[in-house]
């Protein structure tokens, strides 16, 4: 069962990105932020009391390289897209079971995808490092935060599409079904749930996440304290901070 992806690792599994600096008139994001401006972007997804003591990975041309080394178990990075779906922007912090399982995977397939290696080429390893042991599931609840205002991922109910994702808590929970947390799957994928404040349920198998939106009121609180930064990012996205 570990060689099944989750539909949110798919998301997270991410790169490849073709163009230079750019702005958000033009075609695509940037292959690369400013270093100073990806670390601030990478630690948004983090509550305050861990940013300070988090490692930071940034994304160069080589692929992931450590920009601050922390001491708190916690690492955040963001994931970028790939040529599916090249404007993904996903900051994120992994707590230390994360760092270990599922954020492995995603460094390991940005850095893959940096050396040259083709896209099937890179699923098949993934799959193979799943089957093998070499990405295990976590063993143990765990959280995954995904605070930042800034989370740029495909709309998931208009095809090519993108959206402002809201900000988020995820929870390692396997084989855990929408049903179970008293909803039908088909309601949970839609948008007005996911910004109705209740959890809801992405992924497949052993690597389901159990995930929990902020409320209205925590929302603003969240763009407040990143106003600085979504100024900064509508330079390169068309964000609409709700």
């Excluded at 073709?18 to 690369?32: F, I, Q, V």
């Excluded at 492995?104 to 193979?128: L, P, T, Y």
């Excluded at 490092?129 to 995904?146: C, D, Q, S, V």
């Excluded at 095809?159 to 994702?165: A, I, Q």
Aim: net charge negative; hydrophobic share 40%; aromatic share 8%.
């Amino acid at each position: 069962m570990k060689k099944i992806i989750s539909v949110s690792l798919i998301l997270l599994l991410a790169l490849m990105l073709n163009s230079e600096y750019a702005t958000a008139n033009d075609a695509s994001l940037p292959a690369y932020l400013p270093e100073d401006l990806e670390i601030e972007l990478a630690l948004s997804a983090g509550p305050k009391a861990i940013r300070e003591a988090a490692t930071v990975l940034v994304l160069t041309e080589t692929g992931y390289k450590t920009a601050k080394e922390g001491t708190n178990g916690f690492l955040c990075l963001v994931v970028r897209g790939n040529a599916r779906f090249p404007d993904i922007v996903a900051p994120i912090c992994y707590d230390e079971i994360g760092a270990k399982t599922i954020g492995k995977v995603h460094i390991d397939s940005q850095n893959m995808r940096k050396q040259g290696v083709e896209e099937a080429e890179v699923q098949r390893r993934i799959a193979n490092g799943f089957r093998n042991g070499e990405y295990p599931t976590p063993e143990k609840a765990g959280l995954i935060y995904m605070l930042s205002p800034v989370v740029y991922v495909p709309d998931t109910e208009v095809r090519g599409e993108m959206m402002t994702y809201i900000p988020h808590y995820m929870i390692y929970a396997p084989y855990l079904t929408a049903e179970e947390i008293g909803f039908e799957s088909s309601v949970t994928r839609t948008k007005n749930h996911m910004f109705s404040g209740l959890p809801f349920i992405n992924g497949n198998g052993p690597h389901k996440l159990l995930v929990i939106p902020i409320g209205e009121k925590e929302r603003m609180e969240v763009a407040k304290d990143h106003e600085q930064l979504i100024t900064k990012m509508k330079e390169y996205l068309p964000l609409e901070i709700k």
